[in-house]
Nanobody, 119 residues
Framework: QVQLVESGGGLVQPGGSLKLSCAASGIIFRLYVMGWYRQAPGKQRELVATITNGGSTNYADSVKGRSAISRDNAKNTVSLQMNSLKPEDTGVYYC?????????????WGQGTQVAVSS
């Protein structure tokens, strides 16, 4: 059974930092592109950042320069360090696993972790 379990969300003041983590089980982690997505209230889920099995990264323009995604293939974890947080970063953050080669494999999602940026 595949599980993606996020942690690290919470309430933070504008300008603050937060590190989100996702622990994966039930998949061959090194074969998956891992990503973070977020969904703000009343909005569609959007990409935040992805990291390939080779370590190449991609970021949404809204977080570029303020965030860093990383993965540990030995521990089956992916993390997202977010700095200089803004109120518009508020939302539920979801971990995503997408097979790097087999396009017909349905991507997996975690349950999400809430991030609230407010003073």
């Amino acid at each position: 059974q595949v599980q993606l379990v996020e942690s690290g969300g919470g309430l933070v003041q504008p300008g603050g930092s937060l590190k989100l983590s996702c622990a994966a089980s039930g998949i061959i982690f090194r074969l998956y592109v891992m990503g973070w997505y977020r969904q703000a209230p009343g909005k569609q889920r959007e990409l935040v950042a992805t990291i390939t099995n080779g370590g190449s990264t991609n970021y949404a323009d809204s977080v570029k320069g303020r965030s860093a995604i990383s993965r540990d293939n030995a521990k089956n974890t992916v993390s997202l360090q977010m700095n200089s947080l803004k109120p518009e970063d508020t939302g539920v953050y979801y971990c995503n696993a997408k097979h790097a080669v087999l396009r017909n494999v349905t991507p997996y999602w975690g349950q999400g972790t809430q991030v609230a940026v407010s003073s």
